[in-house]
Nanobody
Framework: QVQLVESGGVSVQAGGSLRLSCAAS????????MGWFRQAPGKERTFVGR????????YYADSVKGRFTVSRDNAKNTVYLQMNSLKPEDTAVYYC?????????????WGQGTQVTVSS
């Protein structure tokens, strides 16, 4: 069992930066790949980025590549999403997810989400 709690979502101006955190409980955190997804109002939840259990490899959606960075600290049971050069279209609820495999988009556990609002 893994419980995930996101934090760090706020309102920012376009062009700004923000770092989201996702704190995990459970001894198996380091065995999971971790992902970030987002859901804008009236839209489906979409993939943002993910990181392998070791932190050695990351993968991103084209829409955020070069602007967002996923990292993790297994000693702190925490995964991060650094967001730079934010755009109004990045406005969404951001969710972290525990993923049993880096080669699959299957999610075993979701966090409750944190709201990010980017104003122009």
């Amino acid at each position: 069992q893994v419980q995930l709690v996101e934090s760090g979502g706020v309102s920012v101006q376009a062009g700004g930066s923000l770092r989201l955190s996702c704190a995990a409980s459970g001894r198996t955190f380091s065995t999971y790949a971790m992902g970030w997804f987002r859901q804008a109002p009236g839209k489906e939840r979409t993939f943002v980025g993910r990181i392998t259990w070791s932190g050695g490899n990351t993968y991103y959606a084209d829409s955020v590549k070069g602007r967002f960075t996923v990292s993790r600290d297994n000693a702190k049971n925490t995964v991060y999403l650094q967001m730079n050069s934010l755009k109004p279209e990045d406005t969404a609820v951001y969710y972290c997810a525990a993923m049993p495999s880096i080669i699959s988009m299957r999610v075993d556990y979701w966090g409750q989400g944190t709201q990010v609002t980017v104003s122009s």
